[in-house]
């Protein structure tokens, strides 16, 4: 009896601290790892970078480390553009893919019943195939003698071949698609859970549809909204392949300036201390949300 | 005052809300069959009648959430057809009160003020009246989340009323409450409707609840109207037996008609040892017709001693169980033919001499005016 208990006990203190084994052993190590070579300085070396870590020269090693390559990210403006227009570029993936994505979320909650899980399989069905070669698939689609112009020609909208590939558009299209199921996954859920009777409510109160879409559907799934849009914001920040792939040499992002610092310059410090500026980022977010969340539940309890 | 309001009774009246021979399918299933009913201005209007009976359908179709499949609605005149609910001056409470969880009570009130576009003091006005008028003032800034069930169906209450709509339409609006919170609600429900004198139509499955508040109650059952009438008339005069049975308690006795005699009629039972005679000029009957003549437990009275020869209708049975409510004891007597009678008792005393107990061979009696015929 007695032991039972204590292994009740032990496991009811150790199922908690799974998470933290999780998140301590996978993002916390790696993260000071990262951390410690963003302070770092270059070196012609293996591995390319000092001080090397050494228990008998604590001192040394840490009198070794500093901010240079944080300074030298706010000297030369190609990181501060790129941030921006990696911003810029997730913000406006992100508003595109609610807009599509909200729809798609909506149709599916308002789907009969039986026909609800089919559908919330179909989204995810594309994760069967390799991200990667579904955004190759888009290179053959957008490239100007692709599928796209010659369907559009096709049926005479085009004379000439479209010039999308290599061009911003071309990553809006592929972030759309490529993250579509992280928008329209927590947006059914909430939409799913929504009373109908509150629809009928407020059009029996004389607010319109699309009145009562903006002030009682809009608002109760706006939990879903937030978690579906940092969802795609967060790592679209962050995104390398896309724009490598679909958005030529002219698309500046912050993950494809981390990947040359890192492969072709070698620069590993510099390459670290911009994966800090990202990740610097996109706490930022992450921690309005857990706010508004916060107050969201101190008022309605 | 409220005695002399019967504009049904008016063939000049113009009814405010009219269907007419109004059906409603869903794909095979007949909801609302074939239904036509008048509801007047300032009726509080009762639709009675077992759950499924297609009670939610008649109102939703009301408000506009489903239109009829044959048939038309008319309010004041004008027909409804096409008419999406937010252009009916209609307003509905819910059964599950639909209160808006991301709005406090406040401006759950104002949200139908709000879309007539209406200045924000007078919606301001208008709220606080409501609010007074269901005594909800101090929790105007709650949460619909943090509200007794008894609150959240008047704050229900208070938002179907803000627009003042020419008809309230109410779903089961006590539904969810207990029993004696109903029981208080149901005198302020027509408390508010007196003195705001709206329209209300109540449905209901509850039938002393439809009893207590309504003018005039329409028994319905499979999608139809059975019986439209006051509540005394309901229960006194029942149309069927289905509206017998369902609207208070009462014994059935099936027999066959003899015949008339001095307008009286005489009905041959398997229960009484001689023919019942019942005073019930209405009905049109022919001799040998199958019949089941209702009597209500209250109107039968129950003795030890044999009654004399003077006496109509007399059963005989022994006591097969007694329930004391207080109020009333009701007794169950066994009849020879296997029959159980419900007999009710007031308890005008205190103290009974040698009561009547379990087992002991009673007589049961009744007025002749206290039966109605109901033609199988
Ligand atoms: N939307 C619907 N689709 C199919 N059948 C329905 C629908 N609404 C109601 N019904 C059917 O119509 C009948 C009447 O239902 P309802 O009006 O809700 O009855 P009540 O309110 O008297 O309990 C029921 O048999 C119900 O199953
Ligand atoms: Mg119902």
Redesign the pocket.
């Known amino acids: 009896m007695k032991e039972r208990s204590f292994m009740k006990s032990l496991s009811a203190g150790l199922v908690p601290a799974v998470p933290y084994l999780w998140l301590g052993v996978f993002f916390l190590v790696p993260f000071l790892i990262v951390l410690k070579i963003s302070l770092s300085d270059p070196a012609v070396a293996q591995p390319p970078y000092r001080p090397l870590f050494e228990w008998s020269d604590i001192m040394g090693f840490f009198s070794a480390l500093d901010f240079e390559n944080f300074e030298l990210l706010t000297q030369d403006d190609l990181y501060f553009r790129a941030t921006l227009s990696s911003v810029r570029i997730a913000a406006i993936s992100t508003l595109l893919l609610l807009l599509v994505g909200f729809p798609i979320a909506y149709g599916m909650a308002r789907a009969p019943e039986r026909h609800r899980s089919l559908l919330v399989a179909l989204v995810i069905l594309p994760f069967w195939t390799s991200f990667l070669i579904r955004i190759y698939a888009w290179i053959a689609i957008l490239k100007p003698e692709g599928l796209l112009t010659q369907a559009l020609s096709g049926i005479g909208l085009i004379s000439e071949p479209i010039e999308i590939l290599n061009t911003e558009w071309a990553v809006y299209i592929g972030i759309v698609y490529a993250y579509l199921p992280f928008m329209v996954l927590p947006l059914y859920a909430t939409l799913e859970k929504m009373d109908d009777t509150l629809l009928e409510a407020a059009l029996d109160l004389g607010s319109t549809p699309w009145r009562s879409f903006w002030t009682i559907t809009v608002p109760l799934a706006m939990p879903g909204i937030i978690a579906g849009s940092l969802l795609c914001f967060i790592p679209a920040v962050g995104e390398f392949v896309i724009p490598d792939l679909l958005g030529g040499s002219e698309t500046l992002m912050i993950g494809r300036q981390l990947w040359s610092e890192f492969f072709s310059n070698r620069d590993w410090p510099l390459a670290s201390s911009v994966a800090i500026l990202l990740l610097i980022i996109l706490v930022l977010p992450i921690v309005i949300y857990r706010d508004v969340e916060a107050r969201r539940l101190e008022t309605r309890p | 005052m409220r005695r002399t309001f019967a504009p049904w009774a008016d063939p000049q009246a113009k009814p405010l809300i009219r269907v007419d021979n109004v059906t409603k399918r ?2 095979d ?1 007949v ?1 609302v069959d074939h239904l036509t009913l008048d509801i007047f201005e300032g009726e509080f209007f009762c639709l009675l ?1 077992p ?7 008649l109102m939703r179709m009301l408000a506009g959430f489903e239109y009829p499949t044959e048939g038309v609605i008319t309010l004041a005149g004008q027909s409804l057809e096409g008419v999406p609910p937010y252009r009916r001056p209609v307003n509905m409470m819910f059964q599950s009160y639909a209160l808006f969880p991301h709005m406090s009570v406040e401006k759950n009130i104002a949200f139908g003020l709000k879309q007539d576009g209406l200045p924000k003091p007078e919606i301001a006005d208008r709220v606080g009246e409501m609010l007074r008028l269901v005594q909800l003032e101090k929790l105007a800034k709650r949460y619909p989340s943090q509200l007794s069930g008894g609150q959240r169906q008047r704050v229900a209450l208070a938002r179907a009323l803000a627009k003042r709509p020419k008809v309230l339409l109410l779903d089961e609006p006590l539904g969810a409450l207990d029993k004696k919170l109903r029981e208080e609600t149901q005198f302020e429900l027509m408390d508010i409707q007196h003195e705001l004198g709206m329209t209300f139509v109540v ?1 209901t499955h509850d039938q002393e609840e439809a009893m207590t508040m309504a003018d005039r109650i329409a028994v319905m059952d499979h999608g139809r109207i059975v019986q439209v009438a006051d509540p005394g008339e309901i229960y006194e005069q029942p149309k069927t037996r289905f509206i017998a049975e369902f609207v208070g308690d009462v014994n059935i006795l099936e027999g066959h008609v003899m015949g008339q005699e001095n307008g009286l009629w005489r009905v041959k039972t398997a229960s009484a040892e001689t023919p019942l005679t019942i005073d019930d000029p209405d009905e049109v009957l022919h001799s040998g017709q199958a019949v089941a003549i209702a009597v209500r437990p209250e109107k039968m009275t129950i003795q030890r001693e044999k009654p004399g020869p003077e006496a109509v209708n007399v059963l005989t049975g022994e006591v097969w169980d007694i329930g004391y409510l207080g109020d009333w004891t009701v007794y169950r007597i066994k009849l020879a033919t296997g029959e159980i009678l419900r007999v009710s008792r007031a308890n005008v005393s205190r103290f009974v001499e040698s009561p009547i107990d379990w087992d002991e061979q009673v007589y049961v009696t009744f007025e002749p005016g206290a039966a109605v015929i109901l033609a199988e």
């Open positions: 869903f794909g299933a909801a009648g759950s499924g009976c297609g009670k939610t359908t449905v």
